[in-house]
């Protein structure tokens, strides 16, 4: 029986296949965590000094294969049996095997959420075009979601790809119409603007960046135009919380920024798996 077949038709080899492909995946996501970003500056110098007439900076190769992942306190290369996603940290104690440096628990963390994702996934929605492509949407948000962490930041290099890839699987109705994909885009980009600005135009503030209008409007694209107003809803009552939380208990000064993408990233995990359900309930709440 081809390979494929057998994961249409065997759940357990599906779910299986999915958690390591998971976990593989989580490794590599934590190397775009790390340099896009860095990336996305070395980018930048560059357009900025060709802007001002300059000479370009130069900037060692930094990209997604080049250099190779070292530890960065004593510079040991990480070999390959170093890098088995989350089976490594354990085996290494969580410590560099050079010079025994503490190695962060959130690699192995983003490691283990994206294959029990996965996971998840490949349970619920079985061996369809479904899993494939929301196993794609969820590898994008997870990234997105600890860039937005660390940087305040949700690169176009990935939401925009997101947005056009959610209208192209609905061409053939993958989610919802075309049509219904079409306008979710375009209302989940408008609204999120058009609350920007009146935030803006009210307080001189700026209340969120342009790249939570696109991660919307990619929600749009995916699943409709009825989908937003529960994700909106869902991650403002999550963002609120959060944000409160944070200044009530741990002190957190009010004047910083809280980065806005992970409660939405949260909010469409939501959607995805009870939006049905919730949207059952609140409306029978109402009937």
């Known amino acids: 029986m081809p390979f494929i ?3 249409q038709s065997n759940t357990v080899a599906l779910v299986a296949t999915v958690l390591v492909l998971g976990l593989l995946v989580g490794s590599f996501l934590n190397v775009v965590i790390y340099r896009l970003p860095v990336m996305m500056q ?24 080049k ?5 960065p306190s004593c510079g040991h290369l990480i070999r390959a049996w170093e890098n088995i996603p989350v089976v490594s ?37 079985g061996g369809t075009l479904h899993t494939v492509a929301l196993l794609v949407f969820f590898w994008a948000l997870i990234a997105l979601t600890m860039i937005d962490v660390d940087h305040q930041l949700l690169p176009d290099s990935i939401t925009l790809p997101l947005l056009w890839l959610g209208l192209l699987l609905n061409l053939g109705g993958t989610f919802v119409p075309l049509e219904q994909a079409v ?19 009210l307080t001189g ?17 995916w699943f409709g135009w009825a989908s937003l107003p529960l994700i ?11 944000g409160i939380a ?15 993408g992970p409660y939405l990233c949260g909010a469409a995990l939501v959607y995805v798996f009870w939006g049905g359900a919730i949207t059952n309930w609140y409306l029978g709440s109402f009937a």
């Open 205 to 221: 503030k700026e209340g969120m960046g342009y790249g939570d209008f696109k991660l919307f409007a990619a929600f749009g694209a």
């Open 246 to 260: 944070l200044i009530a208990i741990m002190g957190r000064d009010r004047q910083i920024p809280i980065p806005f």
């Open 183 to 201: 306008v979710g885009a375009v209302a989940g980009y408008l609204s999120l603007w058009s609350i920007y600005w009146a935030f803006k135009l």
């Open 5 to 7: 077949e057998l994961l």
């Open 67 to 71: 250099p190779d992942s070292t530890c």
């Open 89 to 125: 940290y354990l085996a290494l104690g969580g410590k560099c095997s050079q010079c025994k440096t503490r190695i962060s628990p959130r690699y192995p963390i983003v490691e283990l959420i994206t294959g029990l994702l996965s996971l998840a996934v490949a349970w619920h929605f």
């Open 42 to 65: 070395n980018a930048w110098a560059r357009e900025a000094a060709e802007m001002a007439d300059e000479a370009e900076p130069e900037l060692p190769r930094f990209d997604l294969i």
């Open 232 to 242: 909106i809803l869902l991650s403002s009552l999550v963002g609120a919380v959060v």
